[in-house]
């Protein structure tokens, strides 16, 4: 039975998935938020988005604001697409 994490948390079962699978309590909430906000689109298992080296920069900058990854302004494609993909 999944907790309830307060009003903070959209999806509070992605969210306790992903810390019993060790992610942070942030990004879990940031992933978990994500999946459960329509006008966002967190990336899907099974490879169905495309690899972040396909993406301009300008949707590699949108994605990263939507995760709140700081110092994204400052970032350069390679920078954007490492943050990415460790957060």
Do not use: V
Not at 24 to 38: E, G, H, P, T
Not at 71 to 80: F, H, P
């Amino acid at each position: 039975m999944t907790k309830d994490h307060g009003s903070s948390i959209k999806d509070d079962e992605t969210y306790e998935a992903l810390c019993e699978d060790g992610a942070s309590k942030q990004k879990a909430a940031r992933i978990a938020n994500a999946q459960a906000n329509d006008s966002q689109s967190p990336s899907e298992k099974d490879g169905a988005a495309s690899p972040y080296a396909d993406w301009t920069t300008d949707k590699l900058y949108e994605r990263a604001r939507e995760l709140e990854i700081d110092g994204r302004s400052q970032m350069d494609k390679a920078e954007l697409i490492e943050a990415l993909r460790y957060t």
